[in-house]
């Protein structure tokens, strides 16, 4: 059974930056694709960015394109995201998300492992 702990969630003003963490225990991490998903109050579950097992394909949701960066250290069975120049509607429950095999994908359907989250808020 794969587990899956985030961290670096925390309240930071718009501009800022955070780097979320997310950690692999439990299974074999190089073979996983490794996902970002978040959610807002009152919204749906959203995707944010993907990265393939071996670090060499990403995808992003256009909202955070130029601004967030994904990527892991299958050393470390560590997946990351860097968060800059955050905006207030960021805020959200920042997940993180394991899904066996090769290919990235978005629909959180396709993934076999979550974790708790964290909370990520950005004051205007």
């Known amino acids: 059974q794969v587990q899956l702990t985030e961290s670096g969630g925390g309240l930071v003003q718009a501009g800022g930056s955070l780097r979320l963490s997310c950690a692999a225990s439990?299974?074999?991490?190089?073979?996983?694709?490794m996902a970002w998903f978040r959610q807002a109050p009152g919204k749906e579950r959203e995707f944010v960015t993907v990265i393939s097992w071996n670090g060499e394909r990403t995808s992003y949701v256009d909202s955070v394109k130029g601004r967030f960066t994904i990527s892991r250290d299958n050393a470390k069975n560590t997946v990351y995201l860097q968060m800059n120049s955050l905006r207030p509607e960021d805020t959200a429950v920042y997940y993180c998300a394991a899904r066996i095999g090769i290919g990235t994908y978005s629909s959180s359907r396709l993934y076999n492992y979550w974790g708790q989250g964290t909370q990520v808020t950005v004051s205007s």
């Open positions: 439990g299974g074999t991490f190089s073979s996983y694709g």
